[in-house]
């Protein structure tokens, strides 16, 4: 636009009507989110071929507001979100605003709504931006390590074919353990906060003890509640272990050893699940990763930082990782 329709754009202002006022105050934010994805996109420069890896690139016009490259040995185009999650999304000047949903917890629908978008693609948007966030876990957990086994009632949600003949509405599982009906995930958590988990196929040693050995240091001394796969684990694993016998009525050991910052970790996952109603169990890590995030980042969580997350930014993953 040049000057003179800009200063005649301008003066037209004063004849918009309320509604008018505000459908034009909405698109300009809307340009502005656009910008700022832009430039949260152009931080992470291409500086290889996500086809072949070579690093002999040449810049290839722009599509959709992204520049894009193209390598000079396998001839394949590309831009900066090839190979990630967010590859093929539209609408990227509403993804800040669908990121400050998830930071918030909002439901699908809710997100949806405040998004303008529809729910099917508010649920699309969710999984992709939680991907690389799943895969974000902390390794070398020090000191005081803390574990404990949680359940998650197995879930069919969405599938069109089940094993099983579908629940009623409102069907609640009496069944306790490591049933058919319960998905075992093991929570680890150490005393700076650092805490990752694992959905299991079942809670004993054989699956527990390769994960305790990668994510916990090997002088760290692992606390439990004393169950027999656990400590069975931390036997297989070489790790120091220290059991609680609950049922005693033992709840701390040498005034240090004690599971309450898992236990009380895990009762904030489960009492934030429940505004979701349910989740299907093939989509369980993906949550897992959501509230590990939240929990991780705290006060330092913006939608940037979720974008960064989704895209597998390095400087993402090594906010999460400080301790």
Request: charge should be positive; charged fraction near 20%.
């Amino acid at each position: 636009m040049n000057k003179e329709a800009y200063r005649e754009w301008l003066r037209n202002m004063e004849l918009l009507t309320r509604h008018q006022r505000k459908v034009a105050i909405s698109q300009l934010n809307a340009v502005n989110s656009h910008n700022a994805i832009i430039e949260e996109l152009e931080k992470n420069n291409c500086h290889t071929c996500p086809h072949c890896q070579s690093e002999r690139l040449g810049r290839w016009g722009s599509q959709s507001g992204l520049q894009r490259f193209r390598c000079l040995d396998c001839r394949k185009c590309f831009n900066v979100l090839t190979g990630t999650p967010l590859a093929r999304l539209r609408h990227k000047e509403r993804w800040l605003d669908y990121n400050q949903s998830l930071i918030e917890g909002l439901t699908v629908r809710k997100a949806a709504e405040r998004c303008r978008v529809d729910k099917t693609t508010s649920f699309r948007w969710r999984h992709r931006f939680l991907t690389n966030m799943a895969d974000l876990k902390p390794t070398g957990l020090t000191g005081i390590v803390e574990a404990d086994e949680t359940y998650f009632a197995q879930s069919f949600k969405g599938s069109r074919q089940m094993p099983r003949p579908p629940h009623r509405r409102g069907h609640a599982s009496h069944q306790r353990g490591t049933g058919d009906n319960q998905v075992p995930v093991l929570v680890i958590r150490d005393r700076h906060g650092a805490t990752t988990d694992f959905k299991l196929t079942a809670a004993t040693q054989v699956e527990e003890a390769p994960i305790i050995a990668q994510v916990i240091a090997s002088d760290a001394v692992l606390c439990t509640d004393g169950c027999a796969s656990l400590r069975g684990a931390a036997r297989l694993s070489g790790i120091a272990h220290r059991a609680l016998n609950q049922s005693a009525g033992i709840r701390v050991l040498a005034g240090v050893y004690h599971i309450q910052n898992v236990n009380a970790y895990d009762s904030r996952l489960k009492n934030w699940m429940m505004r979701f109603h349910g989740v299907a169990t093939k989509y369980l890590n993906n949550y897992l990763g959501w509230r590990r995030g939240i929990e991780r980042w705290g006060q330092q969580i913006t939608p940037s930082v979720i974008l960064q997350a989704a895209m597998g930014s390095l400087g993402s993953f090594q906010l999460l990782m400080q301790t």
